[in-house]
C-alpha cells in the first residue's frame, strides 16, 4: 500500500507539471513551442488588427477617442477678403471694378451690403466660380485680372444717383432734364445725355415747381434775395427757382432740402455746364 501511494503521488506530480507548461505556452507563444494549449472556456483576448466591434484592450494601443483630420477635414477654406458689412477702400474698389464690366450699376460707397454680394454672385457664377457672395483670392485676383485699376473719377463719382428714362420732352433739342424720382439732372442734346449730376429739390413747404420750363437768365454769383443764401451758377427757370451749386446739399447731401430751386452738389460739373447751357434751353422736371 504504501508503494502504491508513493507511485499515485509521482504520478500526480508529473501531471502538475506538464500542465504548468501548457499555460504557459498560452499566455507567452513565441512560435516554437511543440506543446499544445490545454483548452479553456475563456474569450480568445481581441487583437488590434480586429473588426466590427473588436477593439484591443491592451494598455499599449490606447484609443484618445479623437477623430484623425485626415478623416473629418476637407479642404482648407478660401480666406475671406471682403464680406457682408465691410466698409474699406477695397469694397470701394471692388465695386468701381465690378461696375466697369456691368455688375454694379451704381456708384461705389465703400460699403459691402446686399447689393454689392448679388454683383459678386453674378460674376462668380460667370466664370464658374463657387457663388458664395463674398469675396476671396481667387474670385480678387480673377477681377483684377479682367479689370483696370479704378480712376479716382470712377471710385468717386460726382453724380452717384442712376439716371432713369428720360421724359419724352427731353429726347429733343437742348434740355436740362431733371428727374424727381432718380434725383438726377440730365443735360441732354437732341436725346443723348452729355453730361450728369445729383440734385435735390424743395420741401413739402416749398417744393419745385413740375413741368416744361425755359431758362430766362442766368447768373454766375447770385445770392438770393429772399434767404440771402448763396447761389453760385445759377439757372432760373420758373418765377424764382433756379438750377444752383448748393454748399449745404454738398456737406449735408438729403438730410436737407431747398426753397424749391434744384440744389447741385457738384460744383464742377455744374460750372461746367453753366458754360453750355444758353438762355432759352429747356427745362423739364419730371417724375
Known amino acids: 500500500m504504501k508503494r502504491s501511494s508513493v507511485i499515485r503521488r509521482a504520478v500526480l506530480a508529473a501531471t502538475a507539471v506538464v500542465l504548468a507548461a501548457g499555460c504557459t505556452a498560452q499566455a ?39 477623430p484623425s483630420t485626415s478623416a473629418t477635414s476637407g479642404p482648407p477654406k478660401a480666406k475671406v477678403l471682403m464680406d457682408d458689412g465691410d466698409e474699406t477702400a477695397q469694397v470701394r474698389e471692388l465695386q468701381a471694378r465690378l461696375r466697369q464690366i456691368g455688375y454694379f450699376d451704381r456708384a461705389p460707397t465703400g460699403f459691402y451690403g446686399t447689393m454689392t454680394a448679388s454683383a459678386v454672385k453674378g460674376f462668380q457664377k460667370k466664370r464658374e466660380l463657387p457663388q458664395t457672395g463674398t469675396v476671396d483670392e481667387t474670385t480678387w485676383q480673377k477681377l483684377v ?118 440744389n447741385v452738389r457738384d460744383k464742377g460739373k455744374l460750372a461746367a455746364l453753366f458754360d453750355q447751357v444758353k438762355v432759352g434751353d429747356k427745362v423739364v422736371v419730371h417724375w
Not at 46 to 58: M, N
Not at 163 to 171: F, T, V, Y
Open 145 to 262: 485680372t479682367m479689370t483696370h485699376e479704378p480712376t479716382a473719377d470712377e471710385l468717386r463719382p460726382a453724380t452717384t444717383n442712376k439716371l432713369d428714362a428720360p421724359d419724352p420732352r427731353c429726347l429733343t433739342g437742348r434740355v436740362m432734364c431733371i428727374s424727381k424720382e432718380s434725383r438726377t439732372l440730365a443735360w441732354m442734346i437732341d436725346g443723348k445725355v452729355v453730361s450728369s449730376m445729383d440734385v435735390r429739390f424743395g420741401s413739402e413747404n416749398t417744393p419745385t415747381r413740375e413741368g416744361e420750363f425755359k431758362v430766362e437768365w442766368k447768373a454766375r454769383e447770385w445770392t438770393s434775395t429772399i434767404y440771402h443764401t448763396p447761389m453760385p451758377y445759377a439757372m432760373f427757370f420758373s418765377r424764382g427757382q433756379a438750377v444752383h451749386y448748393s454748399a449745404d446739399f454738398a456737406a449735408r447731401g438729403y438730410a436737407g432740402a431747398s426753397h424749391g430751386c434744384v
Open 28 to 66: 507567452g507563444d513565441t512560435g516554437k513551442g511543440t506543446v499544445s494549449p490545454a483548452p479553456t472556456t475563456a474569450a480568445p483576448a481581441p487583437t488590434a488588427s480586429g473588426t466590427g466591434d473588436d477593439k484591443p484592450s491592451s494598455p499599449a494601443t490606447p484609443s484618445t477617442g479623437t
